[in-house]
């Protein structure tokens, strides 16, 4: 069965540090990963995806994710945090034979002047 | 583009009453997803349509719920009777076609209150 773990609740890092927000996922076949990130009040929006390729992939907002099939991780990163970074962010993941994304639990990412 | 519209974005009933939350999915996805959102329970799938069809209601929490596409520009979530733990925030979300490698855009949601 599909799954999807975000082991941190919160995040808290000082401005212009770098950041990761952390996921591991489970899934029988060729994974298709993706990041969102939710504002207050807000829907969630789209930051990236990995489809195939590369393993490095870069988004929206200047953050990137590693995709690592060894150790079935898709971390966010961001080299330097901003203020207006904090929000809650959402990792997912579908299967290639799958329609239904499966959701992590969300992380929330608190960044401090 | 207009993104994902939902409505109302606020809604406040008291329990038996009826609510209609809608959606107008973005011009020329063909897939069309709604969720409820919960502290509890976090990020749930309710529903989801394809080409105006309902492929999997497997989510859907009782037979109070129920939703409908009657065309590709339109879609309704009913709640009859609603209850206070209906209380949540819902989203309506598409995508281009369900293929595994499309993301969804989400609309603002509605934060629906049950008293």
């Known amino acids: 069965a599909q799954s999807v773990a975000q082991p941190e609740d919160q995040v808290n890092v000082a401005e212009g540090n770098p950041l990761t927000v952390k996921c591991t996922y489970s899934?029988?076949?060729?994974?298709?990963l993706f990041w969102y990130v939710q504002y207050p009040n807000r829907g969630l929006q789209f930051l990236l995806k990995?489809?195939?390729?590369d393993n490095l992939v870069k988004g929206s907002y200047g953050f990137e994710a590693e995709f690592n099939k060894s150790q079935t991780s898709f971390h966010l990163k961001k080299p330097s945090a901003l203020v207006s970074d904090s929000a809650l962010y959402f990792c997912?993941?579908?299967?290639?034979?799958?329609?239904?994304?499966?959701w992590g639990a969300g992380t929330k990412l608190i960044i401090k002047p | 583009d207009a993104g994902v519209i939902q409505s109302p974005r606020h809604e406040v009933t008291e329990m038996g009453q009826e609510v209609t939350l809608r959606c107008k999915p973005i011009s020329g996805h063909n897939s069309l997803f709604w969720y409820r959102q919960t502290m509890m329970r976090g990020l749930e799938l309710l529903i989801y349509?394809?080409?105006?069809?309902?492929?999997?209601d497997s989510g859907m929490p009782e037979d109070r719920f129920s939703a409908k596409m009657p065309n590709a520009s339109f879609s309704t979530l009913k709640i009859q009777p609603s209850e206070p733990r209906d209380s949540a925030v819902y989203f309506c979300?598409?995508?281009?076609?369900?293929?595994?490698?499309?993301?969804?855009?989400f609309g603002p949601g509605t934060r629906l209150t049950v008293l």
């Open positions: 349509f394809n080409n105006n069809v309902p492929i999997d």
């Open positions: 997912a993941v579908r299967e290639n034979s799958n329609y239904q994304l499966i």
């Open positions: 990995y489809i195939t390729g």
């Open positions: 899934v029988s076949g060729n994974p298709y």
């Open positions: 979300a598409s995508s281009q076609t369900l293929e595994p490698y499309n993301e969804q855009f």
